[in-house]
């Protein structure tokens, strides 16, 4: 199977930690980056082992660089527009979390994947941790909470 084929937009803190991960990945391929921020930008990019497209416009890279998904660690406000436009250029899509801000922009998000016929994640990395497993499960049980 192809690796897949990757494109992150946003490259602060929150994407960096992601990033120690994702390169380590077999199956995923980071193929591009896009931040407004060139020092941002230059810092995510020095984490990969070869060079790949680094644009100040995430329009610019959905336009020039061939994606299977991309990972979405934007501020808030702006998951809407980013992840519908990601959604209509035909990627999988992983945002982080909150998928947005209001319920009609959740709204809007999930009819871009339904009308593209594309996955929408949300990035709810604790929920795989096992540390809050083992919390959801005390809780649960009745011995704490």
Do not use: W
């Amino acid at each position: 199977m192809a690796d897949i084929r990757l494109l992150l937009i946003g490259t602060g803190a929150v994407m960096l930690g992601h990033m120690r991960s994702l390169v380590q990945l077999r199956g995923v391929k980071i193929v591009g980056l896009a931040d407004v921020d060139e020092t941002r930008l230059a810092k995510a990019m020095e984490m990969l082992e070869e060079p790949v497209p680094g644009l100040l416009d995430y329009r610019q890279l959905l336009e020039t660089v061939e994606a299977d998904a991309c990972f979405i660690a934007v501020p808030n406000y702006l998951h809407r527009q980013v992840a519908c436009d990601c959604l209509d250029a035909g990627l999988h899509t992983m945002c982080e979390k909150p998928l947005a801000t209001t319920a009609a922009d959740c709204d809007a998000m999930i009819e871009a994947a339904e009308r593209n016929d594309r996955f929408l994640q949300v990035g709810l990395s604790c929920r795989f941790s096992r540390v809050d497993r083992t919390a959801q499960m005390l809780v649960e049980s009745g011995m704490i909470g």
